[in-house]
């Protein structure tokens, strides 16, 4: 079992950063490929980065191509997201995912964990 514990994230203006992390437990986390995903309000969920299990292999959407920065530290059991540039249409809540293989995906069902979330608002 796994359990991830975001946190980061708050309230930015337009063109501000902010650094959100997800904290796992179990010892295999090393094992694991890991994924941001984000939900506005009324909106489906959709896909913003993943990390394969070495990180090696990276993706993100296009939109926050440029913008966002996924890492991985193992040692921590932490993924982050690094987000520069930040628009309003970036605002919702963001959900860490952990899947039980090492490649990465973009897909939701891929993923066999996901965190509670947390708030990222940017205002104009």
């Known amino acids: 079992q796994v359990q991830l514990v975001e946190s980061g994230g708050g309230v930015v203006q337009a063109g501000g950063s902010l650094r959100l992390s997800c904290a796992a437990s179990?010892?295999?986390?090393?094992?694991?490929?890991m994924g941001w995903f984000r939900q506005a309000p009324g909106k489906e969920r959709e896909f913003v980065a993943a990390?394969?299990?070495?990180?090696?292999?990276?993706y993100y959407a296009d939109s926050v191509k440029g913008r966002f920065t996924i890492s991985k530290d193992a040692a921590k059991n932490t993924v982050y997201l690094q987000m520069n540039s930040l628009k309003p249409e970036d605002t919702a809540v963001y959900y860490c995912?952990?899947?039980?293989?090492?490649?990465?995906?973009?897909?939701?069902?891929?993923?066999?964990?996901w965190g509670q979330g947390t708030q990222v608002t940017v205002s104009s």
């Open positions: 990390i394969n299990w070495s990180g090696g292999s990276i």
């Open positions: 179990g010892r295999t986390f090393s094992r694991y490929a």
């Open positions: 995912a952990a899947r039980r293989r090492v490649d990465g995906s973009n897909k939701l069902l891929d993923y066999d964990y």
